[in-house]
């Protein structure tokens, strides 16, 4: 027996090693749209685009490869989709933070994310929060990066009286996203792994066609440098009252997003079911590297990382082991040579992408018990105030807000646990000391 097998148990798991490397590469195409999406979105918040390519793609090698040695689990991970969006349009240019001070809040919530994963926290923090809401999170988080694609596109716009409308639709880049956003869906209905890098690449190649974006020049080229972002945190310039419900908002937003990818991906194969513990110990080993990840990502200067469902791909073409991840991150490696393609796609190539993740995300609510008045009014705000007023920790905390007071009116007082009291608290810290709403 070999050590690959002895290591990841590949034969125990009626697995051998071509089946998990052609299972890394079936998620590794699945993924691929994370590079040009991720660096274009975040971007957006100032940084330099071709740093943030080498970034997304060493810090998707990095938290796949902690995840295939660390965990043993055919999961892949990079820098989530929604956070992402979060980072450049909400903390960003919502709060009006640097970038710096962006990368701080990302940094710092990885080390409680890490503290959490490390003890019984994060059990008390997973059942303090009542499962609708986990819910409503994601739904909130769907609404918010779908319109955030529709306004980029052109396809909404907000009116003189501040209301978003329907926008004029008078320009090429907007039929070209909406052409995406159909391609997108049809082959996401068809179940074809690679809809969303197939998507971009149609919507780019129409683009550089008729002249509406540069052609790349090459093909291949060495990556760019990550000195302009790595290590360029703001750690202290965000360790102020204010700022806190927007660190706790990333914390459990990255749990809640990991645990409903894990469960998502985990069902295949029943790779996180209890078995003597053994399921609790992956699953525990695998938030862990998903802490670690959103630390050494925060370093190298991109957002919070978490596991990704397309993972699900590469289970569902035979991966049972770590070593499905670790051919994953050697293929997004090998990525990192593509430099010159990636930064000629268009950012209205992009945009269909957030459209349908988000709309993907919204389905969550479907899980959702609206009869509970509690768990469905708090729920709907939860969901409103994210895209409203462009803002997850706005949205988390109007949630939690709601709960209790809808617990409180209808004398429910054994719903409120000592979590949903103190993430309530800290929602509310903001009016208590500067007087605004989340002011930061």
């Not at 640097?98 to 490390?118: P, Q, R, T, Y």
């Not at 990333?250 to 194969?269: H, M, Q």
């Not at 490696?333 to 993740?357: D, H, N, Q, R, W």
């Not at 609510?365 to 009014?377: A, E, M, Q, R, T």
């Amino acid at each position: 027996m070999s050590f690959l097998d002895r290591y990841f148990g590949i034969t125990q798991s009626g697995s051998n090693v071509k089946t998990e490397l052609i299972a890394g590469f079936t998620t590794f195409i699945a993924m691929l749209y994370i590079v040009p999406v991720s660096s274009s979105i975040l971007s957006d918040s100032g940084m330099p685009k071709g740093a943030l390519i080498t970034a997304v793609t060493l810090a998707t090698v990095v938290a796949t490869l902690l995840s295939g040695i660390w965990a043993k689990v055919p999961v892949a991970m990079s820098v989530g989709m929604g956070l992402n969006a979060y980072f450049s349009y909400g903390m960003v240019q919502g709060m009006g933070l640097s970038w710096e001070k962006a990368l701080g809040i990302v940094f710092l919530s990885g080390i409680i994310f890490l503290l959490v994963s490390l003890t019984k926290i994060r059990t008390w923090l997973i059942n303090s929060i009542p499962r609708g809401l986990r819910f409503a999170l994601a739904g909130g988080l769907g609404a918010f990066i779908c319109a955030i694609g529709l306004k980029s596109l052109g396809i909404i716009a907000i009116s003189p009286i501040g209301l978003p409308e329907l926008g004029s639709l008078n320009t090429p880049q907007a039929w070209i996203g909406i052409l995406g956003v159909g391609m997108i869906l049809w082959m996401s209905v068809k179940k074809i792994h690679a809809s969303f890098i197939l998507g971009i690449l149609c919507c780019s190649l129409i683009a550089w066609f008729f002249g509406l974006a540069p052609l790349p020049q090459e093909v291949f080229s060495m990556p760019d440098s990550i000195a302009p972002i790595a290590l360029k945190f703001d750690v202290v310039g965000v360790l102020t009252l204010a700022l806190i419900p927007t660190i706790v908002s990333l914390l459990v937003l990255d749990l809640f997003d990991s645990l409903g990818t894990l469960a998502g991906v985990g069902a295949k194969i029943g790779l996180f079911q209890n078995k003597d513990n053994q399921g609790d110990k992956l699953l525990e080993k695998t938030l862990e590297a998903d802490a670690a990840a959103t630390v050494i990502g925060a370093s190298l200067g991109v957002s919070t990382t978490t596991s990704f469902l397309e993972s699900a791909s590469g289970v569902s073409a035979g991966g049972r082991t770590g070593l499905t991840s670790i051919f994953c991150a050697l293929f997004f490696a090998l990525s990192l040579f593509l430099f010159p393609i990636f930064a000629s796609i268009p950012s209205f190539a992009i945009y269909p992408t957030l459209i349908v993740v988000g709309a993907m995300m919204f389905l969550e609510v479907k899980n959702i018990d609206f009869s509970d008045l509690p768990i469905g009014i708090s729920a709907f705000f939860a969901i409103v105030l994210m895209p409203l007023t462009y803002s997850i920790a706005n949205g988390l905390a109007g949630g939690f807000l709601v709960y209790i007071l809808s617990c409180l009116a209808l004398k429910q007082y054994q719903r409120i646990n000592l979590g949903v009291i103190v993430l309530g608290i800290l929602s509310i810290l903001p009016i208590i000391v500067h007087g605004v709403f989340l002011k930061g």
